[in-house]
């Protein structure tokens, strides 16, 4: 099964900036779109960013922010390293979370996708 490694989450003030990693151990060009999910505690895991991989409609057929990061945040990918970064700035306490990688590639059945995660990298933002 394809493994995907999350790397660069730690602590940062606010204001500053982080550079999450997410390296696929085989090529991404297996997934549909690949992404960055976080979980705040208590709280159900939400989509902060996504790139498709593949030519699809899934994750919208674009690059996708959720609002709150829009401006600060920036998804890209490197294609030869198979490796999706998660480029953060400004950071705010707001956005303390546990951060997961995503891969999805589409299958034939419901719910016609399939979900592949990281382990998850903890980002605190705090003074």
């Known amino acids: 099964q394809v493994q995907l490694v999350e790397s660069g989450g730690g602590l940062v003030q606010p204001g500053g900036s982080l550079r999450l990693s997410c390296a696929a151990s085989?090529?991404?060009?297996?997934?549909?779109?690949m992404g960055w999910y976080r979980r705040y505690p208590g709280k159900e895991r939400e989509l902060v960013a996504s790139i498709p991989i593949s030519s699809s409609i899934s994750f919208g057929g674009t690059t996708t922010y959720v609002d709150s990061v829009k401006g600060r945040f920036t998804i890209s990918k490197d294609n030869a390293k198979n490796t999706v970064y998660l480029h953060m700035n400004g950071l705010k306490p707001e956005d303390t979370a546990v951060y997961f990688c995503?891969?999805?590639?589409?299958?034939?059945?419901?719910?016609?996708?399939?979900?592949?995660w990281g382990q998850g990298t903890q980002v605190t933002v705090s003074s």
């Open positions: 995503n891969a999805r590639k589409d299958t034939t059945g419901v719910p016609y996708y399939r979900d592949y």
């Open positions: 085989s090529s991404i060009f297996r997934f549909t779109a």
